[in-house]
T-cell receptor
Framework: GENVEQHPSTLSVQEGDSAVIKCTYS??????FPWYKQELGKRPQLIID?????GEKKDQRIAVTLNKTAKHFSLHITETQPEDSAVYFC????????????FGTGTRLTVIP | DAGVIQSPRHEVTEMGQEVTLRCKPI?????LFWYRQTMMRGLELLIY????????DSGMPEDRFSAKMPNASFSTLKIQPSEPRDSAVYFC?????????FGQGTRLTVV
């Protein structure tokens, strides 16, 4: 099955700085890579996703990059704000037939005001 | 749309008791997932359904766990008998294809 590794497990940045979270996956057949944000005591919420036919995707202060050859993908948050503080999860899945998402272990991001 | 609805939000039960968690997926979503979240293991996929049919239950930890989806708008996850190590937050998620949308979760405490 798929194995998704995520680094770092914790990350602290000053408000206004950038944050980068990295994930690797093992199954070259995986072709869908979402990122979820989970605030304390709340549900994981999808913030951005990328498919394997795209190398980069941006949505305001958030961007995701994908390197299929190296089997890794990253989340970039620019101009961080205190409300960005949360646990971020990456995931990978194959679309055809099986639709189960394999999650990374999460990164706890703290933005220091 | 109200999103994925789970009940109860919190459940405290004694060891050995039966526990039933409930989920109503978003209307029109063909996929339904049950996840368990703990500090030690993170988010683990327990089982998922496609069009009400269980597709992969390899994540179900033991025979004490069972899940059903009798129709497109309702699913249950049952633990019988419950044990303290089952304490976790259980999330249900539904998906129309790839993007999964999570419910608010059920925090289960087995004492």
């Amino acid at each position: 099955g798929e194995n998704v590794e995520q680094h770092p497990s914790t990350l602290s940045v000053q408000e206004g700085d950038s944050a980068v979270i990295k994930c690797t996956y093992s199954d070259s057949a995986s072709n869908y890579f979402p990122w979820y944000k989970q605030e304390l005591g709340k549900r994981p919420q999808l913030i951005i996703d990328i498919r394997s036919n795209v190398g980069e995707k941006k949505d305001q202060r958030i961007a995701v990059t994908l390197n299929k050859t190296a089997k890794h993908f990253s989340l970039h948050i620019t101009e961080t704000q205190p409300e960005d503080s949360a646990v971020y999860f990456c995931a990978a899945s194959k679309r055809a037939g099986a639709n189960n998402l394999f999650f990374g272990t999460g990164t706890r991001l703290t933005v220091i005001p | 749309d109200a999103g994925v609805i789970q009940s109860p939000r919190h459940e405290v039960t004694e060891m050995g008791q039966e526990v039933t968690l409930r989920c109503k997926p978003i209307s029109g979503h063909d996929y339904l997932f049950w996840y368990r979240q703990t500090m030690m293991r993170g988010l683990e996929l327990l089982i998922y359904f496609n069009n009400n049919v269980p597709i992969d239950d390899s994540g179900m930890p033991e025979d004490r766990f069972s899940a059903k989806m009798p129709n497109a708008s309702f699913s249950t996850l049952k633990i019988q008998p419950s044990e303290p190590r089952d304490s976790a937050v259980y999330f249900c998620a539904s998906s129309p294809g790839a993007k999964a949308f999570f419910g608010q979760g059920t925090r289960l405490t087995v004492v």
